[in-house]
């Protein structure tokens, strides 16, 4: 969407005109030949300044092409412009904005319009190096004329940029806990309809004639099947902790704060699960807007998970909603909550949610030396915070609440062995 | 000036391109170079002139879209008028394209933004529209010259005529652009 002005002249064309014609004039009424001499191309310049001044209005169509990218991707704003008769050039210029990189850095960019061209185009590169949605422009747009007499202004407005955030590196090398989804790529302890050997067995009614071990039958002299592990999938409840983002953002270049921790680390969560054919739900509390996503699998789910993760932010306004009943997540679900365990709020909705019986795991996001800051009382109270935050991390491991330091890959792994381990074992639960 | 514009004038210094760099030297040069040519003329310096006009040409090139370019302009043409009485001098052309350099590079430098690039091909445009505008300052201080040398008595009826030229060419700016001028 553009708007724009008219045609109108500028300080240059003043000049052109106050030394020009009255310079002229007054050299010929007073005799003064030097005058003459010094205001004759001022006069030139005016008179042709005139006579090529842009008639038509020109027309603005601009773009932004994607509107969605990824952190550290490029996306181009490109302004067509037409209707354009005796245009000398024009600039577009796109303001500063945070996290956002344009080239040439200082959002300029001219372009010069042959003589008897009537379109032209102006293209400015962004980079984006944040994830969040972010807005651009307004792009000013202006056209000038020869001898820079004219200008016509337009403003190109309403664009929004959506950055995905863009996922660490991870990896879970251990086996899922139990599954009792339908299908997905997880054996489960359960035999059924898959692809992983579990043994051979006697034929039962019920058992189709393709799993039938035609070499078994015939030397027992007894119809027998090879049976197989179930092929299930998990739920994978993220649950991401937006009250609250401490520590220095410095972008997919530099250092990252606890919100950027705990964005990308559940896409790369989410990422390696849905990849794996697993369900994948998320919850973003204390985030303005609808932060909720249903279990899902598959890569379009995980665009979907991406796009609320790029929307959040930090609300801490709202610590009181944080309470969910035991419908919320389904009992066979593996809770992963992403968190800098600044807020009680988080850690206290973590118990909340283990006490159902369910498998959480709290990923500490705080970023390192967080409580390195300029102001000594404000490190001061960073030191006694995190005293008392890791007497409450103490307090929730002993309940059986694992709170785990994301390190990238493999950092839920001694996580998912344990939740292996005791997938077979029986567990008391809170109904 | 406050903390935020002082930042502001940084952010714009270290924002300035190399070419614009050089286009705001040549902003300020030429104007300096005019009053050197009238001082070359006069055989006598205006220091206080030089000041003022490395001054206001050094205002116009951080803030070329003003009108303090108009002030240094007219401040070189009225000591030119005032002091000067040769015009066979080779130092008035000078003093001529001098003040179109300045005007025209004042006038592109207003419509980029401060740490873009003027295109090439623009460039080369305005480069051969100044040189025409030269030619115009040279080819009036010829026929200055030749009426000069001649001794050519006044003529009331060329210089109806010029007038008439003159008062054509302002109608002709004045509905072209006056209508619309802030």
Not at chain 1, 50 to 75: D, H, K, N, W
Not at chain 1, 251 to 278: K, M, N, P, Q
Not at chain 2, 124 to 134: I, V
């Amino acid at each position: 969407m553009s708007s724009a002005s008219e045609w109108r002249s500028s300080p240059a064309h003043f000049r052109a005109v106050a030394v020009g014609i009255v310079g002229v004039a007054a050299a010929l009424l007073f005799r003064v030949p030097a005058l003459l001499v010094m205001s004759a191309p001022f006069g030139v310049v005016a008179i042709w300044s005139a006579a090529t001044r842009p008639r038509a209005e020109p027309s603005l169509v601009g773009e932004i092409v994607p509107t969605t990218i990824r952190e550290g991707e490029a996306t181009t704003w490109t302004g067509r412009l037409s209707n354009l008769t005796d245009v000398d050039h024009v600039v577009a210029l796109a303001p500063t904005r945070a996290w956002i990189e344009t080239r040439p850095r200082s959002g300029v960019v001219a372009t010069s319009v042959r003589k008897g061209d009537a379109t032209a185009s102006v293209a400015i590169p962004m980079r984006s190096t944040h994830w969040g949605r972010h807005e651009i422009g307004p792009i000013n747009v202006v056209a000038v004329s020869s001898w820079g007499a004219f200008r016509w202004r337009a403003l190109d407005i309403g664009y929004g940029l959506t950055t995905l955030p863009l996922p660490e590196v991870f990896d879970a090398a251990p086996p899922m806990h139990r599954a009792n989804g339908l299908v997905g790529l997880t054996r489960s302890a359960q035999p059924g309809d898959g692809n992983e050997f579990a043994g051979i067995r006697p034929f039962q009614i019920g058992d189709r004639l393709r799993r039938i071990n035609w070499r078994r039958s015939l030397r027992s002299g007894e119809l027998h099947v090879t049976s197989t592990y179930a092929d299930q999938d998990n739920h994978v409840a993220l649950f991401v902790d937006a009250l609250a983002d401490v520590g220095t953002s410095g972008g997919i270049d530099g250092e990252a704060s606890s919100l950027d921790t705990t964005v990308r680390a559940a896409g790369a969560i989410a990422e390696h699960f849905l990849l794996r054919g697993d369900r994948v739900s998320l919850r973003v509390f204390g985030s303005f807007g609808d932060a909720r996503v249903p279990p899902a699998s598959g890569r379009g789910h995980l665009r979907r998970i991406l796009d609320v993760l790029a929307s959040i932010e930090t609300d801490a306004s709202r610590p009181r909603s944080l309470r969910i009943g035991n419908g919320a997540v389904p009992g066979d679900a593996l809770v992963i909550m992403l968190s800098p365990l600044i807020s009680p709020a988080a850690l206290d909705r973590a118990v909340s949610v283990a006490s159902h019986g369910l498998s959480v795991a709290v990923v500490d996001t705080l970023p390192e030396n967080v409580h390195v800051v300029d102001d000594p009382t404000a490190e001061l109270a960073w030191r006694i915070r995190l005293l008392e935050r890791r007497r409450e991390i103490r307090t929730v491991q002993q309940v059986g609440v694992p709170v785990i330091a994301w390190h990238g890959p493999g950092s839920l792994d001694p996580f998912l062995r344990e939740m292996a381990r005791r997938s077979s074992a029986p567990r008391m639960a809170r109904r | 000036m406050n903390r935020l514009s002082l930042q502001q004038w940084v952010d714009e210094f270290l924002a300035t391109s190399r070419q614009q760099w050089l286009l705001r030297l040549v902003v300020v040069v030429a104007p300096v170079g005019a009053v050197l040519a009238a001082a070359a003329a006069t055989g006598a310096w205006w220091p206080f002139g030089l000041l003022m006009v490395t001054v206001l040409a050094t205002v116009s090139a951080i803030r070329p879209d003003t009108h303090t370019a108009l002030g240094v302009v007219v401040l070189i043409v009225w000591h030119w008028s005032a002091r000067v009485d040769a015009v066979d001098t080779p130092w008035l052309p000078l003093v001529g394209i001098c003040l179109l350099v300045f005007h025209s590079v004042v006038a592109l430098l207003a419509t980029i933004p401060t740490g873009g690039e003027v295109p090439n091909a623009t460039l080369g445009s305005w480069l051969r529209r100044t040189a025409l505008g030269g030619g115009a300052a040279l080819g009036m201080w010829a026929l200055v010259v030749v009426f000069d040398r001649g001794d050519a008595a006044g003529n009331g009826v060329l210089t109806a005529l010029a007038l008439a030229v003159v008062v054509g060419a302002a109608v002709l700016v004045r509905s072209r652009s006056v209508d619309q001028m802030q």
